[in-house]
């Protein structure tokens, strides 16, 4: 099955920025530069900030477990609103393998989850 702009699985890959670079188009997409990850060692393609949630959705989320399901809602209203992420969804779909790079320690609760989630289609509501 494919998501917006013809994105399908094989082509979304999620990694922490901090995890050695293994192939892919890498892709940032947190709005702030990682702690402690020099451009160099991070070996990306692009940085998709205009991808990234806004500064106030971020800063009331803060990572904290018990808002994960109101960030992933408010998120989504962001992406539908985002010109960019159409764009961003072509260029995906025109690559074999695309790696959303994110900073988070959580790996299963972060934006590029709903991203990718979002590229592929996916109904996280």
């Not at 060692?41 to 959705?57: I, N, Q």
């Amino acid at each position: 099955m494919a998501g917006i702009g013809g994105v399908t699985p094989s082509q979304l890959r999620l990694q922490r920025i901090y995890a050695e670079p293994d192939g892919g188009f890498r892709v940032l997409v947190d709005r702030l530069w990682p702690r402690g990850m020099s451009k160099a060692r991070a070996e990306l393609d692009e940085w998709f900030k205009d991808a990234a949630p806004s500064t106030e959705l971020r800063e009331w989320f803060g990572h904290r477990p018990e808002r994960w399901e109101g960030f992933t809602r408010r998120y989504l209203q962001e992406l539908e609103n985002n010109d960019a992420v159409v764009d961003f969804a072509a260029q995906c779909a025109g690559r074999p393998e695309t790696v959303l790079l994110f900073g988070a320690r959580n790996e299963q609760e972060n934006e590029a989850v709903v991203l990718r989630d979002y590229l592929l289609g996916r109904n996280l509501t």
